[in-house]
């Protein structure tokens, strides 16, 4: 067409070839040829090193290569640059050779017109396009097939396989060339497999099946397209097959008829809703617990079902919650099809699709209305006992104290009219703050009339100033009260009222048992628990938690009924004197809050109780990072534990770090085993509550066998004459249970350093 122009490179050593050529293509008006002549085979190549052409003009005879050969070294050089061999009457053999290498074409010289040029350059060009995008469909095609579990072949009319890309059912495509499915697999599995193709043999129509191959792995199910295989004439001369492995599919969609099976049996409510909350799915127990069957939910609004108001702040910002975190949980009041509130604990989780992008919410709804009624109860029964004599006492007190305080405020500026204004404004601070100290004694009445609350996070710190303040005015003077709360103690999530009941009916509890007077002790820290910690104590999950710790020098707990202390009614007071919900109401709020509570006790010595509560983000000052220990050499440790769980937690804990452990159930036993293993063993770690012989006595056995031993004291409780006791026997390393392996392994190290 007017205007092309084509960019050509001429290969040639004779003069008066070159300046025909040229004037050939002076006669040509359609196109514009730009021609580049060279002499020799080497000039040409640098200028296909650094130019691009749209067609190269070749004669095979120059004075620096010969033949075939100069073909061969043009188109390697440039394989995307199409060539045309010119050649003389008596070459043309030579000729055919370089298009079987890959030439594009060849002219004769002395029978070459301009226009017959032309048309030449032109179809090795159009030429070489079709094979260059032709070349590169095939190797995506080739690309493809070799990064995907697609079994592709052919088989003839015989169906026998004539060719083979990533083969299946066990065999190498070598294995199978020439072969029928009846030679490689089952029978029955053949049998199958023929039908299937001998009909689209017949047809000569395409079908898609499902089909079972057992192989020497076992059976395995696949996914098989056959297309019919045609000549030039149409005529079906074979098959072509695809054929992928869908064995784990099978085994999702078995799976998850199943789990489908056991969701509609769940007591649960469980619904999945798109993060435009319409809802894809809804469970049986969903159908009993909210009366909307499935086919009515399906596809519906959560809010046009579940909520009067559209859009509930609460379930906002759950919502965002759950997009941001993966997950959350919390409690929620909904509405049933009838128009009934109810109360569930909700679950939510964030699904994900293959490539992490979420799509959907699955939540798991628990009926927690009838539950928290009962809670009520309780609460305001143990409000009744444990913080309205308090409450009462109180108010009865501080309102007698305010009244002449505020009455005296308020007549004062009458009394001197003629006050400055400095004293005024002393006079109306005095007011204001009576006021202040008024509204706080309604509070305290309003908490024992049974104010509810909402968890929000709370810094407990400040939860167990107000408590000591009020157990220092109200608690007899016999009982001194310590405090000791870190400024840096982490949050928690929690309902405030609730976690001041806890306080106080724990401290409560701990004046009961102090008649004569004693040491009432509140503290708190910060802990990471560690698997190893969460296996020593089963209520306890890897996380952070913030631990208060309530602790007496009372009577204590016999042994006897130290298990039975937080059953509801239980009570080892005289009648009259608590009505036993008190330990019951304590255990219920903190499982309520996720925590835990351990309990520790001695007659005559005392009672410790320590609070678990799990932590959350929002904390004052971050907490400094534990130091790590290090690795050990090999250490042989003696465990001396009479409880099997935990001497296998240790055991394997302290071989994780690469020391030895040497075990004993008793005191006897450990003795026995040191006076054996005396030259081995590093350091004895040793509980002091055991059977046989305890801990204490075995710890003074050990130091005169050997007075340098390195001994660690383990203990869930430990008094003050005991700590006392296991000094003087030499022994100042203590390490109170439970304890993380961080805990135990920096002990050891620091011990041995």
Avoid at 423 to 439: C, P, Q, S, V, Y
């Amino acid at each position: 067409m007017a205007g092309e122009i084509i960019k050509v490179l001429l290969v040639e050593d004779n003069p008066g070839d070159v300046l025909l050529l040229q004037e050939l293509l002076k006669d040509v008006t359609a196109v514009v040829v730009d021609l580049i002549p060279v002499e020799q085979l080497n000039e040409a190549l640098n200028y296909l090193s650094n130019n691009s052409f749209d067609v190269m003009l070749l004669d095979l005879s120059l004075p620096d290569s010969q033949g075939l050969e100069t073909f061969i070294k043009a188109h390697n050089q440039a394989k995307s640059t199409p060539i045309i061999v010119l050649t003389g009457i008596n070459d043309e053999t030579l000729a055919l050779r370089a298009m079987q290498q890959g030439a594009q074409d060849y002219l004769v010289k002395g029978q070459v017109t301009g226009d017959l040029l032309v048309r030449c350059m032109r179809y090795a060009i159009e030429r070489q396009r079709i094979e260059d995008a032709l070349r590169q469909s095939e190797e995506r095609f080739r690309v493809a097939l070799k990064n995907s579990p697609i079994f592709v072949f052919n088989q003839d009319e015989e169906l026998r396989y004539t060719w083979v890309y990533n083969p299946a059912f066990g065999f190498k495509a070598e294995e199978m060339l020439g072969k029928r499915d009846s030679e490689l697999i089952p029978l029955e599995n053949a049998h199958h497999l023929t039908a299937i193709k001998l009909s689209v043999l017949v047809t000569g129509v395409g079908t898609r099946d499902e089909v079972a191959i057992t192989t020497a792995q076992g059976t395995r199910y696949y996914d098989l397209t056959v297309e019919p295989l045609r000549n030039e004439s149409q005529q079906v001369i074979g098959i072509t097959c695809a054929c992928i492995d869908i064995s784990d599919r099978k085994l999702a969609d078995d799976t998850i008829r199943e789990q489908a099976a056991l969701l509609d049996i769940a007591t649960d409510a469980i619904l999945v809703r798109d993060l435009e909350n319409k809802i894809l799915y809804w469970n049986k127990a969903a159908e009993n617990l909210y009366g909307w069957q499935a086919a009515e939910a399906r596809g519906k609004n959560t809010s046009e079902l579940l909520y009067d108001d559209e859009h509930p702040p609460e379930i906002e910002a759950a919502f965002l919650n759950v997009i941001r975190k993966g997950k959350w949980q919390g409690e929620l009041t909904k509405v049933t099809k009838t128009g009934k509130e109810i109360l569930v604990s909700s679950r939510w989780n964030l699904v994900c699709d293959g490539q992490g992008k979420p799509k959907s919410i699955l939540t798991v709804d628990t009926d927690i209305t009838e539950k928290k009624r009962l809670e009520s109860q309780l609460f305001r029964a143990q409000r009744l006992e444990s913080i309205g004599t308090l409450a009462s006492g109180i108010a009865h007190d501080l309102n007698n104290i305010l009244t002449p305080i505020l009455a005296g405020a308020q007549l004062l500026p009458l009394k001197f009219p003629d006050a400055d204004e400095r004293t005024l404004h002393l006079l109306e601070i005095l007011e204001i703050n009576a006021k202040r100290g008024a509204d706080l004694v309604k509070q305290v009445l309003s908490f024992a009339r049974g104010v509810e609350g909402k968890h929000i996070n709370l810094q407990l710190r400040h939860l167990i100033m107000e408590v000591a303040k009020v157990l220092k005015e109200t608690f007899p003077k016999s009982i001194q009260v310590s405090i000791d709360v870190p400024q840096d103690l982490w949050m928690i999530s929690g309902d405030g009222t609730q976690i001041h009941q806890v306080l106080m009916n724990l401290c409560v509890n701990a004046r009961d048992a102090m008649p004569n007077g004693g040491t009432l002790s509140i503290s708190a820290n910060n802990l990471y628990i560690d698997e190893n910690y969460a296996r020593m104590n089963l209520e306890a999950q890897v996380g952070p938690y913030a631990v208060i710790t309530v602790a007496d020098t009372g009577v204590g707990i016999p042994r006897e009924i130290l298990d039975r202390i937080f059953e509801p009614f239980f009570t080892t007071k005289e009648v009259g004197q608590g009505t036993g919900l008190g330990l019951s109401t304590v255990i219920g709020i903190i499982k309520s809050h996720g925590g835990f509570v351990n309990v520790h006790s001695e007659v005559g010595v005392g009672t410790e109780f320590q609070v678990y509560l799990p932590a959350v983000e929002g904390m004052e000052t971050p907490s400094p990072e534990e130091p790590k220990a290090i690795a050990a050499s090999g250490e042989t440790i003696l465990v001396v534990d009479d409880e099997p769980a935990i001497q296998d937690i240790i055991r394997t804990s302290l071989e994780t770090h690469n020391y030895k452990t040497i075990i004993a159930g008793d005191g006897i036993e450990a003795i026995a085993l040191y006076a054996k293993h005396m030259d081995q063993i590093s350091i004895v770690l040793m509980d002091l509550m055991l059977p046989t012989l305890d801990g204490l006595t075995a710890i003074r056995t050990l130091r005169k066998i050997n007075p340098k031993v390195k001994i660690v004291a383990t203990s869930g409780l430990m008094s003050s004459n005991k700590l006392e006791a296991l000094a003087e026997s030499g022994v100042t390393t203590f390490l109170p249970k439970p304890y993380t392996i961080n805990e135990l392994l920096l002990t050891i190290q620091k011990l041995n350093s």
